[in-house]
T-cell receptor, first 110, second 115 residues
Framework: RKEVEQDPGPFNVPEGATVAFNCTYSNSASQSFFWYRQDCRKEPKLLMSVYSSGNEDGRFTAQLNRASQYISLLIRDSKLSDSATYLCVVVGGGNTPLVFGKGTRLSVIA | EPEVTQTPSHQVTQMGQEVILRCVPISNHLYFYWYRQILGQKVEFLVSFYNNEISEKSEIFDDQFSVERPDGSNFTLKIRSTKLEDSAMYFC?????????????FGSGTRLTVV
């Protein structure tokens, strides 16, 4: 079983749409969770951390369900500039490295 | 905003040659990492480095790979005898101290092409 699984997409949505990405992870001992954004042939950039209580940053909302080992990202009012690959990232804790999912590609269309 | 700087941005090398990928982490960061991403694949961990030694490495990081922090600012990844399958984007990353501080900053990467 893959450590971090994501729907690869692509998700093609019109501007203004709401889109949701899902991610599952296999290591129940994982302690920290993140969504990164990666533009084509660029480095990953931290979009937001994910907390058990859920957290929101503008149009972006992240949720974590530890019991189901499931993480989600909701993007409201999609913009053309949101087009990118969204990476689900999990960390075991301490100094263990980031574990990346393969990413979900989003294309927002005018 | 502080940056992690990687050079070169693109390197083409012949199979069997040695390559050195260079990184300058953010100056007050203490933890350093190399990750790689084969085209179309996920970002994969190679090695972490702290206090002038390797703290963890993946199974990808075999004897062909080595890391060094020769002068307190540069952080290098050496591949001793490159193979075709080493072609990938190599990302350096650094973060500040603290086991629960995951404020990683990634460099813009070096695209390695082995021919």
């Amino acid at each position: 079983r893959k450590e971090v699984e994501q729907d690869p997409g692509p998700f093609n949505v019109p501007e203004g749409a709401t889109v949701a990405f899902n991610c599952t992870y296999s290591n129940s001992a994982s302690q920290s969770f993140f969504w990164y954004r990666q533009d084509c042939r660029k480095e990953p950039k931290l979009l937001m951390s994910v907390y058990s209580s859920g957290n929101e940053d503008g149009r972006f909302t992240a949720q974590l369900n530890r019991a189901s080992q499931y993480i989600s990202l909701l993007i409201r009012d999609s913009k053309l500039s949101d087009s990118a690959t969204y990476l689900c990232v999990v960390v075991g804790g301490g100094n263990t490295p980031l574990v990346f999912g393969k990413g979900t590609r989003l294309s927002v269309i005018a | 905003e502080p940056e992690v700087t990687q050079t070169p941005s693109h390197q083409v090398t012949q199979m069997g040659q040695e390559v050195i990928l260079r990184c300058v982490p953010i100056s007050n960061h203490l933890y350093f990492y190399w990750y790689r991403q084969i085209l179309g694949q996920k970002v994969e961990f190679l090695v972490s480095f702290y206090n002038n030694e390797i703290s963890e490495k993946s199974e990808i990081f075999d004897d062909q790979f080595s890391v060094e922090r020769p002068d307190g600012s540069n952080f290098t990844l050496k591949i001793r005898s490159t193979k075709l399958e080493d072609s990938a984007m190599y990302f350096c990353a650094s973060r500040r101290d603290g086991p629960n501080n995951y404020g990683y900053t990634f460099g813009s990467g070096t695209r390695l092409t082995v021919v």
